[in-house]
């Protein structure tokens, strides 16, 4: 069997839906396949909006809430399912779990409501997907992925109990695929043990798809984008980018800790454990090949740029001058752990320590607040963080004209760069 991920790209409207339904369909002689689907389009980020309104004018949320779901209704229409009336009840039943937690007045930790409500966009992107699917006469059913992904409560980023995960994942989905069915789950959600919703981090979709893909033993894993397969750089940020044809494992997971944004930083782990080929493909070009990721042996690479916008620089000194040593840096990253701040880069002196990592605000001010009896913390935001492997001495002062280069380390074949004033889009030929 294969597992297939599509993304929110692939489906932000009516005609990707049928697309989607079209690989799918010519896909389906070949292997029983498992399908992970992302909430459609920008979703995501309208329910970010409702969340956060929740917390501010209720009334203001269940508006944006409402909005949602027209633009869902619309696809819906769009495709000619309006007269399904399971797949209306089921799309409504959602929508009405989201007003629920909108409309609660108790006291609700933010993190434990984003969760609740974040999920509905892949639950009902993932119910038109099935309906599609149906009315094209491709035998499928539809799976909760909360009933196959067990987590603890670390809410927003949800960490799996593999041991119970492999059990659920094997005793849902072997019988359906025995019967050649067509699984349609979603991306992104898992549940605890008090089946309360958990995500597993944002675009977490694609972990979703290793973690059943590796449970099932699946032949391979294949991730659909709008893009031709792995490059060389963004092609929305960079010129003259080129696509890789094949990856080692260990190039992939060294590109997504980067921050490489076509493959969640945690897909690869599992894959590997397992080796099962990770194939992307262009789902604007499904008849193309792209790039396979797999096995063991390094291979000569290209540059790979990968930039990470909206970075802070985060400034430890000791207070009393004392040195930073063993003690302090593991208090400093048991904190780290527990805000679930990513460390992108770090350097320490003799009685500082600095570390980059997204300019996330909130989270920030927290550290500030838990340090500031031990340490002076200076903060330096809205910075670009440029990582690249593989460098080419000739490309640095290209990449990083007229930048100002905050902080630079290199390890082995990569380079970091810390700069400022990056205009928004950067144009450079690597």
């Known amino acids: 069997m294969v597992v297939f991920k599509f993304g929110g790209a692939s489906v932000k409207d009516a005609d990707g839906f049928r697309n989607v339904a079209d690989i799918i369909r010519n896909h389906q002689g070949e292997d029983s396949l498992v399908v992970v689907v992302s909430a459609t389009g920008k979703t995501t980020n309208a329910l970010e909006e409702v969340i956060d309104k929740k917390f501010m004018n209720t009334s203001d949320a269940l508006k944006e809430l409402e909005k949602i779901r027209i633009s869902h209704q619309h696809i819906i229409s769009s495709l000619g399912l309006d007269n399904e009336d399971t797949l209306q009840q089921l799309v409504h039943e959602h929508f009405v779990e989201a007003e629920w937690i909108i409309e609660e007045t108790r ?181 193309k090949d792209g790039t396979i990721i797999f096995g063991e042996i390094e291979r000569e690479y290209p540059p790979i740029v990968v930039l990470e916008r909206n970075q802070a620089l985060i400034h430890f000194s000791s207070k009393d001058l004392s040195f930073i040593a063993e003690d302090h840096l593991a208090e400093l990253f048991k904190i780290f752990d527990q805000l679930r701040i990513k460390v992108n880069l770090m350097r320490n002196t003799a009685i500082s320590f600095t570390i980059c990592a997204s300019n996330q605000r909130a989270k920030i001010a927290e550290l500030q607040k838990k340090v500031e009896q031990q340490f002076s913390v200076i903060i330096d935001p809205d910075l670009d963080l440029y990582t690249i492997r593989h460098c080419n001495e000739t490309m640095l002062p290209k990449l990083l004209s007229e930048k100002i280069i905050i902080l630079e380390e290199r390890i082995r074949n990569t380079v970091q760069v810390v700069v400022k004033n990056a205009p928004d889009i950067v144009h450079k030929k690597h």
């Open 107 to 287: 006291e609700m930790n933010y993190d434990y409501a984003y969760d609740q409500v974040i999920a509905i966009g892949e639950l009902v992107s993932s119910r038109i997907l099935e309906a599609t699917l149906k009315s094209s006469g491709i035998n499928t059913s539809w799976v909760d992925a909360r009933s196959l992904i067990r987590t603890d409560e670390t809410w927003r980023e949800g960490r799996v109990q593999w041991n119970i995960t492999n059990d659920q994942i094997k005793d849902t989905c072997l019988p359906l695929l025995t019967q050649r069915k067509v699984i349609v789950t979603q991306g992104f959600i898992g549940s605890t043990a008090e089946n309360n919703t958990v995500t597993l981090g944002r675009e977490g979709s694609d972990y979703t798809a290793a973690i059943i893909s590796a449970a099932l033993n699946a032949r391979s894993m294949t991730i659909w984008k709008d893009v031709p397969g792995v490059l060389t750089g963004d092609p929305k940020v960079f010129d003259n980018v080129t696509k890789l044809d094949r990856l080692s494992f260990m190039e992939a997971i060294e590109m997504t800790y980067y921050g490489a944004k076509v493959i969640h930083p945690k897909t690869i782990q599992p894959l590997k454990n397992k080796n099962i080929p990770l194939n992307v493909r262009s789902f604007i070009e499904p008849q």
